[in-house]
């Protein structure tokens, strides 16, 4: 199972942002979907996680800015980001909770994509 991000990129401060990330492979489905950021010199911090059947949680920060959703007949998560701010800049990273099959039973598995940068100037 791969996780493919993409959509970084530098954009001044106010304005907007979409990510992609699109999971291919072996999978039988997909539970929690989220996207996850690391500044440089701090630990990696939940951005935002949705559910297969679409809850929503968001970290503070990004409350009423951005907004993830997904496509579950694409395997794919998005991440709408609005009104940026120099302090959004990091990598960003997708993960997936994927089920895969083994034999008879089903196992769940967590997959993390590769990372997009997110730069946000003032």
């Known amino acids: 199972v791969q996780l493919q991000a993409s959509g970084g990129g530098l954009v001044q401060a106010g304005g907007s942002l979409r990510l992609s990330c699109a999971a291919s492979g072996s999978i039988f489905s997909i539970n929690d979907m989220g996207w996850y950021r690391q500044a440089p010199g701090k630990q990696r911090e939940l951005v935002a996680r949705i559910t297969s059947g679409g809850d929503t949680n968001y970290a503070d920060s990004v409350k009423g800015r951005f907004t993830i959703s997904r496509d579950n007949a694409k395997n794919t998560v998005y991440l709408q980001m609005n009104s940026l701010k120099p302090e959004d800049t990091a990598v960003y990273y997708c993960?997936?909770?994927?089920?895969?099959?083994?034999?008879?039973?089903?196992?769940?598995?967590?997959?993390w994509g590769q990372g997009t940068q997110v730069t946000v100037s003032s």
């Open positions: 993960n997936a909770n994927v089920q895969r099959m083994a034999g008879f039973a089903s196992l769940e598995y967590l997959y």
